[in-house]
């Protein structure tokens, strides 16, 4: 295992109350998927989505910003653009005051909001799923054995 396994590893098994940013309604989309597999492995997810604000989505009620979260919040799962990703991890670094874990998906880069995180001691991923990973980490049903 690499060092950045072990500490995906730790901060997966570690982590609690997800905010998941940009989660969809629909359940072909990725951030739909993924959040279903978070909350069925036991963390509490929470969708931040504008558009969804007020809706129950995997047992909570979706909220329309990051700084709405609840205090608990310990990690944010990014489903943005890259080059939007730096204001949110500001507004979680100021809302979030148990973030530990910034989390940017597939793709997404940014080392504005790396740096920034790093700064106040909050751990940054870029480029993985934690859905991809939790299987390939701590074992179980991989993403596409659990959700359609």
Avoid at 26 to 48: D, M, Q
Avoid at 59 to 84: K, Y
Avoid at 108 to 113: K, T
Avoid at 141 to 148: M, Q, R, T
Wanted: hydrophobic letters at 45%; glycine letters at 8%.
């Amino acid at each position: 295992m690499t060092d950045a396994d072990t500490r995906m590893k730790r901060i997966l098994t570690s982590t609690r109350v997800i905010g998941l940013v940009g989660l969809s309604h629909k359940p072909e989309r990725a951030s739909h998927r993924v959040a279903g597999f978070l909350a069925a492995k036991g963390y509490r997810v929470i969708g931040v989505n504008p558009g969804l604000a007020g809706r129950e989505m995997f047992g909570e009620t979706v909220v329309a910003s990051v700084s709405e979260l609840p205090a608990e919040t310990d990690m944010i799962d990014l489903f943005r653009r890259s080059e939007t990703i730096a204001p949110i991890v500001d507004e979680a670094l100021d809302a979030l005051p148990n973030l530990r874990t910034v989390w940017m998906q597939l793709e997404i880069f940014n080392a504005e909001a790396r740096e920034k995180a790093e700064a106040h001691g909050v751990e940054v991923v870029e480029n993985h799923c934690p859905a991809i990973e939790y299987p390939r980490l701590i074992g179980s049903a991989p993403l596409s054995d659990l959700v359609g």
